[in-house]
């Protein structure tokens, strides 16, 4: 191993704050390899060496109308179009049923901008959920919906979390954070919400104690270190607020032609999970998304730094899904890759399939 990568990994396995220009140089130039096997370690040190966690949850997208036009989404509709759709409260509570008969009692509530629905259609969807099934987690929305419902309603971010909190959502999905650069937002979403406004909406969700899952969508135009740029921008506000569970790596897929798209060859894709691995020394858990991966890259990635697979997942609109369907199916996937399935809710707590405390 090059003497220089070497040091680096030492310097992580002895306890060391992997710094921003240390993770730079690994990941222009460590071998995935070297990387993977140190980041399996550290991953031991978080979490049981023999075990690989898994949660079922429901994906509901309430509204494909999108006011937002990510060059990336295939999903949104133009809004005012009349090719799209809002889900009515009627419609959300029998897919929860759905997939409470499914065994996965956690609903995953998420979509696009659309300035049609009055505040009163989220609070009243979420308290509907709460009412009909007191027991499944919700976890809703995403920093760009949030940031709309303040301008919605004129008030401050904080009084949205506490009205979206009080109408009974648990947990707040750290999504749309593609690449946390202003450059890269510009590229490919100028309308969605800036860097800053982005950790604004997730240090708040956080404070008003809702926990998160974070992400980086990559395999555009974004350069090396713009990826470490966000990273670091995710590192310091779990250093802030101590509310991220857990961070996804995911790549960009083929959805439209409107956005450069760079197909992330698997080693790199196994190299971006060992350096998150490496670098969030405040995070506990790092989830591979079998629906993104697929199911070989996927197990690789269980001996290359993650901890759990983020399944299964019972609908998905916005991805092509090639994901694991079931909870038989996720088990046996965790089984068939070397460790004991060990089933959690949104919130990690062991052996449960949903909970509701935030
Ligand atoms: S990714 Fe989300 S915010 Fe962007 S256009 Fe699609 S639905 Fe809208």
Not at 50 to 61: L, P, W
Not at 81 to 87: A, C, E, R, V
Not at 128 to 134: L, Q, S
Request: charged fraction near 25%; hydrophobic fraction near 40%; charge should be negative.
């Amino acid at each position: 191993m090059d003497k220089r990568i070497e040091k680096i990994l030492d310097s992580v396995l002895a306890g060391n704050r992997l710094s921003t220009a240390d993770a730079l140089v690994l990941w222009r130039e460590g071998n995935f390899r070297d990387l993977g096997n140190a980041a399996h370690e550290i991953r031991n040190r978080f979490n049981a060496a023999d075990e690989v966690s898994y949660t079922a949850f429901r994906v509901v997208n309430y509204t494909n109308y999108c006011n937002i036009e990510c060059s990336f989404c295939s999903f949104m509709d133009e809004v005012g179009s009349g090719k799209g759709y809002n889900l009515s409260k009627e419609e959300i509570l029998r897919k929860v049923e759905e997939a409470i008969k499914l065994e996965a009692p956690q609903l995953f509530l998420q979509g696009g901008v659309n300035p049609d629905l009055p505040f009163s259609y989220y609070t009243d969807t979420l308290q509907a959920v709460r009412e009909t099934f007191p027991d499944v987690h919700i976890r809703a929305f995403s920093p760009v919906e949030v940031l709309y419902m303040e301008k919605l309603i004129g008030r401050e971010l904080s009084d949205v979390f506490s009205l979206l909190k009080a109408a009974g959502m648990h947990s707040f999905p750290g999504a749309g954070a593609e690449i946390l650069t202003d450059r890269m937002r510009d590229i490919l979403s100028p309308k969605k919400a800036s860097t800053t406004d982005w950790l604004r909406a997730m240090e708040t969700a956080q404070r008003s104690g809702m926990k998160s899952s974070t992400n980086i969508v990559w395999g555009s135009e974004e350069q090396d270190e713009e990826i470490i740029a966000h990273l670091d921008a995710l590192r310091n506000l779990q250093d802030k607020t101590h509310g991220v569970l857990s961070f996804v790596p995911w790549t960009f897929q083929a959805q439209t032609k409107k956005f450069r798209l760079r197909k992330v060859p698997p080693h790199e894709y196994l190299k971006m999970v060992s350096l998150s691995r490496l670098f969030f020394d405040n995070i506990p858990h790092i989830e591979v998304s079998i629906m993104v991966a697929g199911k070989q890259l996927g197990e690789l990635a269980l001996h290359f730094g993650a901890d759990d697979i983020n399944s299964p997942v019972i609908e998905e609109n916005v991805l092509r899904s090639f994901g694991l369907k079931s909870v038989e199916e996720s088990e046996r996937f965790i089984s068939e890759a070397g460790f004991k399935p060990i089933r959690r809710s949104f919130s990690y707590v062991r052996g449960a399939k949903t909970d509701t405390t935030p």
